[in-house]
């Protein structure tokens, strides 16, 4: 079927491996989402806090520099779990805000085009197809969150030497499993929006409503009655609990309230967060159900019965 | 006529001899969304090299398509491509097919040169060979010299063209063509069906046209299925059908017309009388037209009117609706 041949011929050359079509999708993908300007301009944005994070390690180590600017290393921020669990939450944020701009058209549009039936009737599942399509938001959350995040343990280490390395090696496990947890989290949410709202600034709207919505109402149950329980409907405080735990901080009591009676006999009360099987077991719940709707919804055709 | 109660339970098949193995074999394939049975125990063997789809709205047509290709499982029965099964070897199946589906399908913002690469890199194809095979599908359709333009900005034509160009990258056996000439202008439309044509010509592949539009499907196809109420109304092959009604003639006669049929049978022609004064006459080889004016002199017949009757796509697609199942 050459170009001056003008005839219909069949393709006799080798094929690229089953296993690795899932990729094909990511890479055509990102070529597109770079091509405006505002994203990428907002992703270099994203990269801010790790240079600080990196400035600040670097000082910790560099006794000079300290001198030069009258800093006493003590009086610098501690470069242990709470230092990077901090950068991984601030990162965190700004992958949900990436998440939000590139997760939602990334089904919505191939629904709205009628373009499933071209993906699903070739060698191609639709499995891989909802893997292709995460795969473009977890390898752009991945630049952003652990990846970094792990270079800067490997710089702290470097600097450090090797004893802090091995005796500090269950940040890097913290860092990766948090970090894997999180961005799949958002790819998640956003496929299945995106899945079931064929329109872009609807399912956006749906991903920031969904977030957001459930931590309002979770504040006002808490403080109706005095728990810290209903962050169980709080993805972000889900999140937070369970890194929290994978850095070693996690506290049940998150707060105590003083709380008088009608005898002005005030008694502390504390509040307490769901103990983190609990925050796993709901994070595992979430998942579940997103990839239940998405089963539901990825088919080439819907048929009306 | 009443619908039998019934479909045959032999398979359907056309009146020819084959060697070759069928592209598709239908085996009591039955296909129900909820309560609603849409394809009800479709039999047969399809081997042509092009294989017309007929059928009224909402007989069937898209939904068996859509079966073969895997998007909606068999309630019952099975069919096979090439000798996969559909249930069990899907991915091999679409290894080998290309489908054009009938609605307007396309991935947005993207160049038809970029979608047509990332629809053959899809079928399996390294990136430069789908990306070689892209321009060579999209300059073979013939929107060579607006590949680099954006699918959105595309007529209701092009974007037709664009659909068969992704269909046919990757070089399929199997072209599944779902209504191609939807919404197309004449010029288009022989575009289209010239493109069909030499598709099929060409050898490399066997091609499932689905239309409602008969003379699409007479322009392109040589076998016929006809589809009715989710059954099979007709399986046949079009060019053994009208030359087997080749020598099939109207007449119209005044005068004796016993003598003259009696005549006629000497003669060892097959006649049937269609009304007074009406006859249809299969000739036999060797007879002649010119045998039939030198009887009627012979006979003091007066020949009105005469004329060839053939049976078109559409005589047999009215029978069809008409008869029922099971052939003509």
Same mark, same amino acid.
């Given at each position: 079927m050459a170009v001056y041949e003008q005839t219909y011929k069949p393709y006799t050359g080798r094929l690229t491996p089953e296993w690795s079509r899932f990729l094909i999708i990511p890479r055509h993908a990102l070529r597109g989402v770079f091509n405006s300007k505002l994203f990428t301009a907002f992703y270099v944005i994203c990269f801010i806090p790790l240079l600080v994070e990196a400035?600040?390690?670097?000082?910790?180590?560099?006794?000079?520099?300290?001198?030069?600017?009258? *800093?006493?290393?003590?009086?610098?921020?501690?470069?242990? /779990?709470?230092?990077?669990?901090?950068?991984?939450?601030?990162? /965190?944020?700004?992958?949900?805000?990436?998440?939000?701009l590139i997760g939602p058209p990334l089904v919505s549009r191939d629904l709205r085009n009628n373009a499933l039936p071209l993906y699903l009737c070739r060698p191609f599942s639709r499995t891989e197809y909802v893997m292709g399509k995460m795969s473009v938001l977890l390898i752009l959350l991945s630049w952003i969150t652990w990846v970094p995040q792990l270079l800067m343990f490997l710089f702290?280490?470097? *600097?450090?030497?090797?004893?802090?390395?091995?005796?500090?090696?269950?940040?890097?496990?913290?860092?990766?499993? /948090? /970090?894997?947890?999180w961005i799949l989290l958002l790819a998640l949410l956003s496929q299945t929006l995106s899945a079931l709202l064929k329109w872009r600034i609807i399912a956006s709207g749906a991903m920031l409503g969904l977030v957001f919505i459930p931590s309002v109402f979770a504040e006002v149950v808490n403080f109706i009655f005095r728990t810290h329980w209903a962050h169980i409907?709080?993805?972000?405080? *889900?999140?937070?609990?369970?890194?929290?735990?994978?850095?070693?901080?996690f506290d049940r009591v998150s707060g105590r309230m003083q709380v008088s009676d009608f005898n002005d006999t005030v008694t502390e009360v504390l509040l307490l967060?769901?103990? *983190?099987?609990?925050?796993?077991a709901a994070l595992f719940l979430f998942c579940a159900v997103c990839l239940a709707l998405l089963a539901w919804k990825v088919k080439a055709y819907e048929v009306v019965k | 006529m009443a619908l039998p109660a019934s479909v045959p339970e032999e398979p359907i098949k056309p009146q020819m001899a084959h060697v070759e193995p069928p592209v598709i074999d239908l085996h009591g394939l039955s296909v129900s969304f909820g309560q609603r049975q849409i394809l009800k125990n479709l039999r047969g063997d399809l081997r042509g090299k092009a294989i017309g789809?007929?059928?009224?709205?909402?007989?069937?047509?898209?939904?068996?398509?859509?079966?073969?290709?895997?998007?909606?499982?068999?309630?019952?029965?099975?069919?096979?491509?090439?000798?996969?099964?559909?249930? !069990?070897?899907?991915?091999?199946?679409?290894?080998?097919?290309?489908?054009?589906?009938?609605? !307007?399908?396309?991935?947005?913002?993207?160049?038809?040169?970029?979608?047509?690469?990332?629809?053959?890199e899809l079928s399996g194809l390294p990136s430069e060979a789908a990306l070689e095979r892209a321009h060579e599908a999209l300059f073979y359709v013939g929107l060579g010299e607006a590949r680099y333009r954006r699918l959105e900005t595309y007529s209701l034509g092009m974007k037709q063209l664009a659909k068969l160009a992704q269909a046919i990258v990757h070089g399929p056996k199997l072209i599944f063509l779902d209504e191609p000439t939807n919404g197309l202008d004449p010029p288009a439309r022989l575009r289209m069906i010239k493109l069909i044509r030499e598709i099929r010509d060409s050898g490399h592949a066997h091609i499932v046209l689905s239309s409602h539009l008969l003379l699409d499907v007479e322009e392109c196809c040589d076998e016929i299925l006809i589809l009715r109420d989710g059954q099979i109304a007709v399986?046949?092959?079009?060019?053994? +059908?009208?030359?087997?009604?080749?020598?099939?003639?109207?007449?119209?006669?005044?005068?004796?017309?016993?003598?003259?049929?009696?005549?006629?049978?000497?003669?060892?022609?097959?006649?049937?009388?269609?009304? !007074?004064?009406?006859?249809?006459?299969?000739?036999?080889?060797?007879? +002649?037209?010119?045998?039939l004016y030198r009887l009627a002199d012979e006979e003091q017949v007066q020949l009105r009117r005469l004329s060839y009757k053939r049976d078109s796509l559409e005589d047999i697609f009215l029978k069809a609706m008409e008869n029922g199942y099971g052939g003509l």
């Open positions: 400035v600040l390690i670097y000082l910790h180590h560099n006794i000079t520099a300290l001198a030069i600017m009258n *800093l006493n290393a003590r009086e610098l921020i501690p470069i242990d /779990g709470s230092f990077f669990q901090y950068f991984v939450n601030i990162q /965190g944020g700004f992958a949900f805000f990436v998440a939000l702290q280490s470097y *600097l450090e030497g090797f004893a802090w390395f091995r005796s500090n090696l269950w940040i890097a496990s913290a860092i990766l499993i /948090g /970090g894997i947890v409907i709080s993805l972000f405080s *889900l999140m937070g609990n369970v890194t929290a735990g994978l850095f070693g901080t967060e769901p103990p *983190l099987w609990c925050s796993w | 789809l007929l059928g009224p709205n909402g007989a069937g047509k898209t939904t068996l398509i859509h079966t073969l290709l895997g998007f909606h499982p068999p309630s019952a029965g099975t069919a096979q491509i090439f000798g996969f099964d559909i249930a !069990d070897q899907a991915k091999q199946i679409r290894e080998l097919i290309g489908y054009m589906p009938e609605r !307007d399908s396309f991935i947005a913002k993207m160049s038809a040169v970029h979608f047509v690469r990332l629809m053959g399986y046949c092959n079009l060019e053994e +059908e009208r030359k087997s009604n080749r020598k099939f003639l109207m007449l119209e006669t005044r005068g004796d017309q016993e003598k003259f049929i009696k005549a006629l049978a000497k003669l060892g022609c097959e006649y049937a009388l269609s009304g !007074d004064h009406r006859l249809k006459i299969v000739l036999q080889e060797g007879i +002649e037209v010119r045998d």
